[in-house]
Structure formats: C-alpha cells, structure tokens
C-alpha cells in the first residue's frame, strides 16, 4: 500500500514558480510509475505529468511541456513538480498519484493509477 501527501501549493502571480512535493510511504515505491494530475474549476481530472520507476523516463501533457518538470527522489521517496511560467488556466487542485503496475511511465489516465494523494490548491493570478 502506498499513502501520498502532497505539499507546496498556494497562490501566486502568473508568470511565476511554484514546486510541488509529495512524501510517499510504501515499499513499492520505488518500483512503481508516479503521477501528477489536475482538476480545474468545472473540469475533469487531467494528466500532467508521468516519471517512471528510476526517473529516465518523463512524460507530459501538451499544455505544461517546457514548463513544468517532473522529478523524484527514490531515497527519500519523493516525488516533485517544478513548475515555472505559471499561467491562469493551470489553476487546479493538483493531486500525486502512484501506479503500483507500472514502472515505465506510460500509462497516462487516471483510471491506471491506484494512490492518490488528498489534492492541493494551485492559484495563478493573473
């Protein structure tokens, strides 16, 4: 079993940073896929980022690519998003979610991921 927090959100202007963080627990971690997604106001949850088991593989959704960067820390099992050139619209509840199936990556929706972390509020002003 995996429980996820995720840490580091707030408000802050466009065009400005923010890193978001997620402390997991369980031995699968480190064998398995990690996610982020998103929900916006009125929308449904999106992908937003994907890293696989040892890092070497990342994977991003159109609209953050060259923006937001995906990382994690196996030692200390963390997983991280740097998010940089925030914009309105990536205001959202972002949650971390953990794919115990998987270790490539690849697999992108929701419905393959089995953790998921309580969410946190990302507000972009413009």
């Known amino acids: 079993q995996v429980q996820l927090v995720e840490s580091g959100g707030g408000l802050v202007q466009a065009g400005g940073s923010l890193r978001l963080s997620c402390a997991a627990t369980g031995r699968t971690f480190s064998s398995c896929t990690m996610g982020w997604f998103r929900q916006g106001p009125g929308k449904e949850r999106e992908f937003v980022a994907t890293?696989?088991?040892?890092?070497?593989?990342?994977y991003y959704t159109d609209s953050v690519q060259g923006r937001f960067t995906i990382s994690r820390d196996n030692a200390n099992k963390m997983v991280y998003l740097q998010m940089s050139s925030l914009k309105p619209e990536d205001t959202a509840v972002y949650y971390c979610a953990a794919d115990i199936d998987d270790w490539s990556g690849t697999y992108q929706h929701a419905r393959y991921f089995d953790y998921w972390g309580q969410g946190i509020q990302v507000t972009v002003s413009s």
């Open positions: 890293i696989s088991w040892n890092g070497g593989s990342t």
